[in-house]
């Protein structure tokens, strides 16, 4: 992986690309791309590389040139199919200077133009002036595993980068918070559409291409997932087959490296599966690296071990102290760019840093669980509503506002898992799946925000980007429509973890289980492949029989566990004490004290709120680091 950066002035601006602003903006991605850096500068025009070399490392240099340097590239990302165009561009006239991925996209862009991307297998970020056309061409992959943000301002410019502190290095933006993206960014651990929490700073949304002509943008689509119709009848033998073909060739696929690979081994089943397949495919015992806490409900230790000896890896693992863990959050906000949403990127990041002391590519687990219904929340959420059709159907409207009403005078943990349920909500996915699920649902932004925020927040509803997707999505199936939803937000933001926190420490992380061959085949299959009963990822775990221990394809989902919440209650009160409490804090007037001092003590006495505090310790930290400038 790489970090790409840009700018375009329109003729209007009348600016041409001082090279010093374009190594700046550049160099603030360092980190993303140690070995090596380049600039291109035509004029108006500004491109800027920092290269993390894994394919063809000694020819690999970007920018990259065509024949008649013509048009220029910088790229970050892996195709893997890239030899299979090879002979057939050589064919057509095309010279290759050398072996990697970058030069092969150069010359498919030449070839086909904006329909380049079509015959791109893998992950991909990139941007092509092409001086013929005056355009400059900008792509990202179909699942959004290489991240594109950018600027167009009022005069036409834009400025565009693989990370936000890019953009505000050069001044692109003055950094303010886009307040229409809070209510988003509060309930679903990050915004879900094209903004973020910066006004003004765009993302370039996956499966999508952008044209920029003399100030003017041209924005399209060029890939989504399609889960109708579905594949033609076949038995589940069959389904599993192929299906473990697809995976098996995603994996080998991504062993495509001219330096040292490993992976991340949670022993859960999505990266256990990833190591069955792998030690079959490289000689040498596969390098495997995982993270853990000293709490023992807090590392999964014991099941990455009997992984790792199943397989014979080579095996590495990194306890995480509570004082390492906060020492640290200041930083990874600075790498996030906006306040980290998931609990599980800090344990990611140093899980990261010690991969980097033996590889520079890593595969990872991320992505079965939007693809193959992973999660606990889908199969609640499907009997939640079905339910709630039948009690809607047979109880009059008059009756349901009394249970509701009733449910609302219940105490403790009885109201709250009550408020779960079709008892007090609507029956509809917004209400069961969605806010059901938030992490600030719909009813504490109420209380949560002070006055003057709502005046600035247009839509109040965290939920509209989600309602889009659901309307948008081809599925008839209501889990189908769930998982394409969460695929267009939940899964982004997991992807856009992993992308800044392994990149911060300098590495590659390579993704099978989004191979968007196999993602096409999941989506079309039947909801029993996915979810059958309560059994989660049924595919999965049929495909791996005989494979991986049972131990393994039995164990419940454990997720990435993160003992936050006690040490908030304890030693690291403190933390909240500063950070959500504290006069700074409070005196930015975005939330409302009094109900914020409730939710911190509602915590204390035994409640948990682990993962709003977490949001609101985060938020002040990004506004610290971002707004008052502070290290």
Request: proline share 4%; aromatic share 10%; glycine share 8%.
């Amino acid at each position: 992986m790489c970090g790409i950066n840009g700018i375009a002035y329109s003729k209007n601006s009348g600016r041409l690309v001082d090279e010093g602003r374009l190594v700046a903006m550049r160099d603030v991605l360092h980190h993303r791309g140690p070995d090596d850096g380049g600039v291109f500068v035509d004029g108006n025009i500004g491109l800027g590389h920092r290269r993390l070399s894994i394919v063809d490392p000694r020819h690999g240099i970007q920018p990259m040139f065509s024949g008649d340097r013509a048009c220029a590239i910088v790229y970050n990302g892996e195709v893997y199919n890239h030899a299979d165009y090879r002979e057939d561009l050589e064919a057509k006239g095309y010279k290759f200077q050398n072996r990697s991925d970058t030069e092969t996209i150069l010359h498919l862009y030449e070839e086909y133009g904006r329909d380049c991307v079509d015959h791109l297998r893998g992950m991909f970020a990139f941007a092509i002036w092409d001086k013929r056309k005056s355009e400059l061409f900008i792509a990202r992959d179909r699942l959004g595993v290489k991240p594109l943000y950018y600027v167009h301002d009022e005069q036409g410019n834009l400025f565009f980068a693989s990370e936000i502190k890019a953009l505000l290095e050069v001044g692109a933006v003055k950094p303010q918070i886009n307040f229409n993206a809070l209510p988003d960014q509060l309930a679903n651990h990050g915004t879900s559409g094209d903004e973020t929490l910066y006004l003004g700073v765009k993302r370039l949304m996956p499966g999508h291409t952008m044209v920029w002509k003399d100030g003017k943008l041209d924005v399209r689509e060029f890939w989504d997932v399609s889960f109708e119709p579905k594949h033609d009848p076949r038995s589940d033998a069959e389904y599993i087959e192929e299906w473990r073909d697809l995976f098996r060739k995603s994996v080998e696929m991504r062993l495509m490296a001219d330096v040292p690979l490993g992976m991340f081994l949670s022993g859960g089943i999505d990266s256990s599966a990833i190591a069955a397949m792998m030690s079959t495919m490289v000689k040498e015992p596969i390098k495997t690296f995982s993270v853990g806490f000293r709490e023992r409900e807090a590392n999964e230790f014991e099941y990455s071990r009997l992984v790792s000896k199943t397989f014979g890896t080579d095996h590495h693992e990194i306890t995480i102290t509570p004082k390492q863990f906060f020492d640290e959050l200041p930083n990874l906000v600075w790498h996030e760019d906006e306040p980290i949403g998931f609990i599980a990127s800090v344990p990611l990041y140093f899980v990261s840093k010690l991969a980097q002391e033996h590889v520079k590519v890593v595969l990872t687990g991320e992505g079965a669980d939007e693809t193959l219904a992973g999660y606990g929340r889908y199969a609640k959420a499907l009997k939640l509503l079905s339910y709630g059709e039948k009690y809607e159907s047979v109880t009059p409207s008059f009756l349901r506002d009394a249970v509701r009403g009733g449910v609302a005078t219940l105490p403790g943990i009885l109201n709250r898992k009550l408020n779960r349920t079709f008892l007090s909500r609507e029956s509809d996915i917004e209400n069961l799946f969605f806010d059901n699920f938030g992490v600030f649902p719909k009813r504490m932004q109420r209380d949560l925000f002070s006055r003057a925020t709502k005046e600035k927040i247009a839509d109040l509803d965290p939920y509209t980007r989600q309602n889009a997707w659901l309307e948008k999505c081809d599925a008839d199936d209501v889990l189908d429509k769930l998982l394409y939803a969460d695929t267009k937000t939940y899964l982004h933001e997991l992807l856009m973890k992993q992308d800044q926190m392994s990149m911060a420490a300098s590495i590659e992380s390579r993704v099978p289980f989004l191979d968007h061959k196999l993602v096409e085949f999941s989506a079309r299959m039947p909801r029993e492949m996915k979810l059958r009963g309560n059994t989660t990822k049924w595919i999965l775990r049929e495909a791996m029989k005989g494979i991986l221990p049972n131990e393994i394809l039995d164990r419940a989902k454990m997720g990435f566990p993160v003992p936050v919440g006690n040490w908030f209650r304890g030693e690291f009160k403190h933390i909240v004490d500063e950070y959500v409490l504290g006069k700074r804090a409070t005196d930015r007037g975005i939330f409302d004290a009094d109900n914020v001092r409730k939710l911190v003590a509602a915590h204390n006495a035994g409640e948990n709120h682990d993962e709003r505090i977490w949001s609101l310790v985060n938020f002040e930290i990004w506004q610290r680091r971002f707004f008052d400038g502070e290290a």
